[in-house]
């Protein structure tokens, strides 16, 4: 288990570099106000922080939209996924981008509570920012998908809170989107020797290791509406997005998966909206979970 991390380490290394450069090149988007680095727990950990970002000419409350970065619980923070951010709150959001710790300083165990914390934070001060309490998206990507749909689930589950010793948050979510989230983690082959690994090598003396696969979370209770997206070249996640659409509809819960089997000739890579929100199929895609969102709010108004 201790090869696999060290291994895993040095490909998130080269990632990172790879990511620095593709961040350079982006063009940010303007005139929105960032409240910036906010500890959401009572410690110094660099990890428990956020930032808020939001358009500076809002004149009204505004949706929001809680992010929760990728990078295989291994890598990455809050400024990985900043410019995804920057763009949704660029298209009228209060826009919450959470870092939360990393393997192997925590498991996926700690990391769960870390975003549970950060939820809690966010339900204490949604009225400090121009936000609309009652129209909130919780998304994530690849590994941040995994732990958006758990954090979604315990907060709708005394159950599954106390399996994974959790805080309540005040929070009630109008809808999910998931994008190319790895949410079965106990899998076959390499990929589930690695994604395993990620629950400590004492995972099977947690009263969490029933709940390594998104179909356990679901028989104990249901997700909010749900949108997923991946693409042909996701080679890490298409499988996993198109199981967990499959599962979400078995024990009912709404959701919409939006799948791109090539775009203008080319096989979209993992996680494409995320890394690249500016491009014409980023934000084709990015519409659309708007749009999926906005229409899961009118509904529950008619209601």
């Known amino acids: 288990m201790a090869a696999i991390i060290e291994l895993a380490k040095l490909m998130w290394a080269v990632t990172k570099k790879s990511d620095d450069a593709r961040i350079e090149t982006l063009k940010m988007p303007t005139g929105l106000k960032k409240d910036c680095n906010k500890a959401y727990c009572a410690d110094d950990h660099a990890y428990h922080q956020l930032d808020v970002y939001w358009p500076q000419d809002a004149s009204s409350p505004l949706p929001v939209i809680i992010d929760v970065h990728g990078g295989g619980w291994m890598y990455g923070d809050k400024e990985l996924n900043k410019p995804y951010c920057l763009y949704l709150a660029a298209r009228g959001y209060v ?5 939360y710790r990393l393997v192997p300083e925590v498991t996926v165990n700690e990391q769960v509570q870390d975003v549970m914390c950060a939820l809690q934070w966010i339900g204490d001060h949604l009225g400090d920012y121009p936000c609309r309490t009652d129209e909130i998206l919780l998304t994530g990507d690849s590994a941040g998908g995994m ?5 979604a689930a315990l907060l709708q589950s005394d159950l599954l809170r106390g399996i ?6 005040q929070l009630s979510l109008t809808a999910l989107a998931l994008t190319a989230p790895v949410a079965y983690m ?3 082959g390499l990929v589930g020797a690695y994604t395993r690994s990620m629950w400590g090598e004492d995972r099977a003396a947690k009263p969490t290791a ?22 042909s ?33 080319v096989d979209l890579p993992h996680v494409f909206s995320v890394l690249h929100p500016e491009e014409k199929a980023g934000m084709l895609t990015i519409d659309r979970m708007l749009a999926f969102f906005k229409k899961k709010k009118k509904k529950e108004e008619n209601v």
Request: overall charge negative; cysteine-free.
């Open 95 to 99: 826009v919450f981008n959470i870092s």
């Open 147 to 151: 732990l958006a749909a758990y954090a």
């Open 164 to 169: 994974f010793d959790t805080v309540k948050p």
């Open 186 to 188: 106990d899998a076959p």
């Open 210 to 231: 029933a709940y390594m696969n998104l179909d356990a979370i679901l028989r104990e209770t249901k997700l909010p509406p749900t949108f997923l997206v991946s693409s």
């Open 233 to 265: 070249g996701d080679f890490m996640a298409l499988k996993q997005t198109r199981r967990a659409a499959a599962d979400l509809s078995r024990f009912g819960v709404p959701n919409e998966l939006m799948e791109f089997p090539t775009f203008e000739g």
